[in-house]
């Protein structure tokens, strides 16, 4: 049997780590749900996993936010697909995001995240 791809998810609020999570299973997707950037980066650096995408919320608490996350990652693998959540800074994404990546803005319809 084929793996599931698998999605980089890094939301600091349970509720919308849930509402995620069960949006991309039910997609057919597999996901790795972490809660701050650095922890995120630590997993993707390690290069253990075959990730294919990342979801991100931009407003994570700890020294490193989701756009810093996506550049980081993007220099290691620039073809690397990025979804931004926000519903703060979603105005920011045009100066802030990666190029070719996606912004949602919050509430956004689960559906919105697997397209």
Request: no cysteine; aromatic share 6%.
């Amino acid at each position: 049997m084929d793996e599931l791809p698998l999605i980089l998810v890094i939301e600091d609020e349970y509720s919308i780590q849930g509402i995620v999570e069960e949006a991309l299973t039910e997609a057919g997707f597999a996901t790795d749900i972490l809660s701050s950037g650095e922890e995120a980066l630590t997993l993707f650096r390690g290069r253990l996993k075959n990730y294919k995408a990342l979801v991100t919320d931009v407003g994570l608490k700890g020294r490193v936010n989701g756009w810093d996350v996506a550049a980081q990652i993007r220099e290691t693998d620039p073809g690397l697909p990025v979804v931004y959540m926000s519903g703060a800074h979603a105005e920011e994404w045009a100066s802030k995001g990666v190029p070719n990546s996606v912004m949602l803005a919050k509430p956004f319809a689960p559906a919105q995240l697997v397209t």
